[in-house]
């Protein structure tokens, strides 16, 4: 793998570790970054290895503060830039992998930093956490599924209110809201990442995958159709430990 100039990665003990590192601009998201980013994505959705991941910030201020808006006023034509979505969707990506993803969320996580951490499995915040949805304040929306995937973490009439307003919440009102899914002192945030991670280590990688698809691909259903995909995926999983026990 190339060496990378916006994120850190390294892999140990089956968990990976993808640190976001632009602490002098508070991580914030570029070009170059969503280039890096796809890139590792890719390694560990097809690195057997690696059992979960755990996304964090570097320096003591933020986990990502948004979009680099120096490169507001620099981005492409739509057209360049639709293409360059397709072939380079990071978001689609986050979303398309199997293993456990987990958010160690610190300091500022405003636009694009919310929006990745949404495309996590798991978010443990530390109590210095700020988080929101800048977007509308500068004329613009979410473009990283975070108009979907807020209100469908936290409800339609909170999201909008993050959504609308940029009003930004606290680690307190965070965990009331289930944006995260606990709350820790920031001594202990990598700490607390690693137990869920080491967790989850000895457990059969497919079930996590298909935990994961149940539960993401079934919001999108009707009752019936999730109860429906719950008991396909869940026969295929028997299936392939037969299997998998019989060789
Ligand atoms: N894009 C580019 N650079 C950014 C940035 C962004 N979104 N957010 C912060 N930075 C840079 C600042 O320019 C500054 O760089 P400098 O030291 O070279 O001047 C550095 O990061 C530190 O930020 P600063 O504003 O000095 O810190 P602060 O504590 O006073 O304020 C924030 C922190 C997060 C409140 C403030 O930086 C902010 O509002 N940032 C924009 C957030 C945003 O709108 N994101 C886009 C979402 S789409």
Redesign the pocket.
Known sequence: MDTFITIIYEKQDEIAYVTLNRP???N?YNMQMRDELFQVLAAIRDDPEVRAVIFQGAGERAFC??????EFLTAPSPTIARQVRWERDVWGLFLSIPQLLIAALHG?V???GLEMALCCDIRIASEDVRMGA??AG?GIIPAAGGSQTLPRTIGRAPALDMLLTGRWVTAEEACRLGLVNKVVPRGELLSSAERVANRIKGYDPAAVKSAKQAVNRGLDLSLLEGLELEARLGSSLLVSQVDRKRD
């Not at 503060?65 to 120096?70: E, I, P, Q």
Request: proline share 6%.
């Open positions: 002098d601009v508070l914030v503060a948004g979009a680099d808006l120096s500022y405003l636009g694009d800048p977007e500068l």
